[in-house]
């Protein structure tokens, strides 16, 4: 059952999704120079793949939040492993980045994809929105942290 405590959660989650999107936009038109963050010196290759990693976790969120709304808590749990969480091809990539607090935080919020996951399958919406919160705490900090 959505409360308006879960609905306001949910807002908030994709305001900072749409906030993610705009913010990488920007840093690819805009100007860079008083940004702060720690550049991960990618290719212009890499950068694009690392960039469309993210808009698929993005979708990922998005279809995660649909099914919690529908009830279809399965199909959610599904995505968060599939797409979120840590897989092989996931561990692979994470181990390609020189930067270990990078590292880190990506092994951290694949990771916490898997738990939301196994979380997802009690069918409770209040722990699947917390357990999801969780899973984005990685994303904030990471685009707090990192620039392309």
Known sequence: MLTVRNILLVIGMLSFIGTCLATEQ????????????????LSPEMKQHQLSNMRSHVEAVRSIVGFI???????ASEIAHTKLGLTEEMKKMCDMFD??????LGMAFHKSGD????????????????????????????HATFRQ
Do not use: P, W
């Open 26 to 41: 920007h840093m690819h038109h805009g100007d860079a120079m008083g940004d702060k963050r720690i550049s991960l010196s």
């Open 69 to 75: 709304a529908g009830n279809d808590f399965e199909r």
């Open 99 to 104: 930067n270990e607090k990078f590292k880190d």
């Open 115 to 142: 738990e939301l996951g196994d979380v997802l399958l009690k069918k409770d919406v209040t722990l699947s929105l917390q357990a999801l919160s969780r899973t984005m705490g990685y994303c904030v900090e990471c």
